[in-house]
């Protein structure tokens, strides 16, 4: 008997039928003799029709106030779900975060979980109940209602997981697994058998949507083993899991790309000691974060040029504040570019294996595609290109690194 | 500056632009010098939206999770409201049952308050803060959400004033105040200034729908000062107080009507100790409640003949019921009628006149009205009658007891 939690995405419970169907696949697993703990999403479209409501009344809505608001997603969704089970037999309980204090820090909209109480669902799991609880919400200490980000349900079943100790948690989505890139993209797509924490860290904060950052890393620090699966099919999906030797024979696990970038460029800034700096500081002071820079300085003239990528919801406010400051440095010029792509290789095996780079910007040259940018890490290298060569650049790299091969 | 509770249902807020409205009505009471504590409802037709969302799955939902379900609607109305308010710059703050700790009984659909804590909104109004509350639910014990019935926000907003010790809790509807009768039956219904709790709840208990029952129990109880008035308009409505020496003078405030209730009827049943006893024990034991009683003996025959009003959504288990118990009494048939009113006079002057029984029977009977049954109490006078005659019965009565005047 294993104690296992499901999570279930606003896709898998779009409607009442599909909601038949999860139903259907958690009695499946109680029948194999199995406790189960549900964690469901908001039905697919529901979170944006509440966000849109309270948008017709301002662009800024109250935060406090916006998560009370779309927490009821949730609350409707596990109430559903919990109404379904009990119809065909099965004695379900659904929770809300201040049932059993989900207890997060006070940063509405993007909360992080503290604190999960786990008697109450051990006492219910003991009783034979199948517990279901709302994904994306907490409560702060002052039981104020908090929600966790987009993808926040995915946080929530890893570290009720955590508290329970719970053999595995199993987070069931729209897609089959983690694939080598998008298989949208590209149709020769490989379905990882595993994955490593990190390399899925990696690949989700570089474009991979298959799961939020945060319940990797928190499943990371507890050691919470994740099934990512499909909620439409049988077949076993990707685990993630602690590094083990045979990942590192692996070069490169997969090849992602996100488009959420824009590039901005600074042209003939004076070259003094500690420009860089005040225009960094000046955006960091607004909460913004830069992603890549690169600084070229010219010995003859005096002048350095420096470009830098950040988020495009972030452009307009740092565009702005750019400009603002390089007009008092007595820069010539601010431009940017919206069209760009950043690409990234990942896997562990980078750490022990040499060459990935040149092999990737050679790959990548081979096909006409200029890169504007480079960073790298132990495990990943990211480039940036012309937007336009994305699908390109995805294709032949896959190839190039041959990983439509196990 | 007074601690004003202001309710406002379902219609009020049914939509963005009517939120704005609610909450411009709000923020004139604060400006006016006032605390405000506000109470609202789901928008309209969100509640029957949740439900049909639950009998898709079942015709009979599990009780705790239906108020899982159907509680989520009056915390989009609050939240709704919250952001409304501090858009427009006023600092709001909206509440749920967990929040403020409004506990019930475990009777899910239908709890009863037992207790609030005041001590957070107090805090909050203290800090200048607009509070708002989600109005019909609460939590039991076990904080399992529960929810108080059908038009259960009024005794949330009755029983938030009580905790608060309010001067006065407003319930704002889509009717002017309280009616001497239903205006959409009679143009001539007249609004009443004034009208005492003990007429307030004969009145809702037959038929008036402004206001839930239990709220009216509940102001009675605490002396709660309700105002029933429109959120369409600025005029006065009703105030629901005390009984005032005044108000005996008028010997009747209103004539209301229900067609809610059938009339079973038991015809030639032997007549023996003990066997009215066993039909009403045995609808009671199914918590079926019956209303009127009329049995006529007769001594010749040795036959009694029985009949009984019940609610019209308890007919069919009552009339199963019945027939199987008057078969066992050896009864001749068991009937049933579907098609009666019942026409009620209320006033607490009645406990000081004498006469109005017989001015109503007489009305009723120059029209040409029947009268199948009849109950009365201290301060009110009922009468079944066949439902088709319902309207005239409304207009000749009003007319003989001169209701349209004041």
New interface residues.
């Given amino acids: 008997m294993a104690l296992i939690v499901q999570k279930y995405g606003g896709t898998s419970v779009a409607n ?1 039928e599909r ?2 169907n999860v139903a259907a696949r958690i009695i499946k697993t109680k029948n194999e003799g199995n406790k189960v703990v549900v964690v469901v999403s908001a039905m697919a479209g529901e979170t944006d029709r ?1 966000i849109s ?2 948008k ?3 662009d ?3 935060e ?3 998560d ?2 779309i ?2 997603g949730e ?2 969704s ?3 779900l ?3 089970l ?2 065909m037999g099965y004695p ?3 929770y ?1 975060a ?2 059993i204090k989900i207890i997060t820090d006070d940063k509405f909209g993007r909360a992080r979980i503290r604190e999960i109480e786990s008697e109450r669902i051990l006492e219910e799991l003991d009783k034979d109940k199948i517990v279901i609880v709302a994904g994306f919400q907490g409560i702060d200490s002052q ?3 908090t929600t966790l980000g987009r993808g926040g349900s995915d946080t929530s079943a890893v570290a009720i997981a955590a508290a329970l100790k719970a053999d595995i948690c199993e987070i069931y989505t729209d897609v089959e697994g983690v694939f080598t890139t998008d298989p949208n993209i590209y149709s020769k797509a490989r379905k990882l058998d595993k994955i490593s924490y990190e390399e899925m860290l990696e690949m989700a904060s570089l474009g991979a949507k298959v799961l939020q950052i945060r319940s990797v890393e928190f499943a990371k620090k507890y050691g919470v083993l994740i099934h990512v699966r499909s909620s439409f099919s049988d077949k076993p999906g990707t685990i993630v899991c602690e590094e083990e030797i045979s990942m590192e024979k692996v070069v490169v696990s997969g090849v992602t790309y996100t488009k959420n970038d824009a590039r901005i460029a600074i042209n003939k800034l004076p070259d003094k000691p500690g420009v860089a700096a005040k225009i960094f500081d000046a955006i960091a002071k607004k909460g913004i974060i830069v992603d890549m820079i690169i600084q070229t300085s010219s010995m003859d003239t005096g002048y350095a040029n420096l470009a830098f990528t950040v988020s495009k919801a972030d452009l307009n406010k740092t565009l702005e504040l750019t400009k603002q400051v390089a007009k008092k440095l007595g820069a010539k010029e601010v431009t940017y570019d919206e069209n760009i792509a950043k690409i990234s290789m990942v896997g562990v095996g980078m750490r022990s294996h040499s060459g990935v780079a040149s092999k990737m910007f050679s790959t990548l040259a081979k096909e006409g595609i200029n890169i504007q940018m480079i960073s790298t890490s132990e495990i990943k290298i990211s480039c940036i290109i012309d937007a336009k060569y994305t699908e390109l650049a995805i294709r032949s790299l896959h190839d190039a690194f041959e990983l439509e091969k196990g």
């Fill in positions: 009442i909601v038949r509440l409501l309270a017709e009344i301002t800024k809505p109250n406090r106030e916006l009370m608001l927490s009821t609350q409707v596990v109430a559903l919990a109404i379904m009990n119809s379900a309980l659904s809300v201040h049932q039981n104020n209602i």
